[in-house]
């Protein structure tokens, strides 16, 4: 199977790309190595995945070590699949954040 820019493995039938779904993952595994990073930017990372719930989790975190990350949360496109969550709703509630 041939895919441009991507390897294709026939034993695993799974393919690999690299682009910008790859750039966030090695990001993450760097983050995850690193004993620095702070919770807003895993935050960001898994958001930019799409691993919904590890964002939400991460994103409650965040907000009780007073990092920008939560107060963006209206603002930033990135969030808008966590929008329906009652999670991501309570979280807004607690902020005292509006979504209007």
């Not at 799974?14 to 595994?29: A, F, H, T």
């Not at 907000?63 to 107060?71: A, F, I, N, R, T």
């Not at 963006?72 to 509006?98: E, G, Q, T």
Request: proline share 6%; aromatic share 8%.
């Amino acid at each position: 199977m041939m895919i441009i820019g991507c390897d294709f493995h026939p034993s695993w039938q799974q393919v690999s790309c690299p682009g910008i779904r790859g750039y966030w993952q090695k990001e993450l595994e760097a983050a995850e190595r690193s004993t620095s990073v702070d919770a807003c930017w895993m935050t960001r990372l898994y958001a930019h995945l799409g691993e919904k719930g590890q964002t939400l989790q991460i994103l409650i975190r965040s907000s009780q070590q007073h990092c920008s990350g939560p107060h963006m949360v209206i603002a930033d496109p990135i969030n808008d699949p966590l929008r329906d969550d009652p999670r991501f709703k309570d979280l807004v509630a607690r902020l005292r954040l509006s979504q209007s």
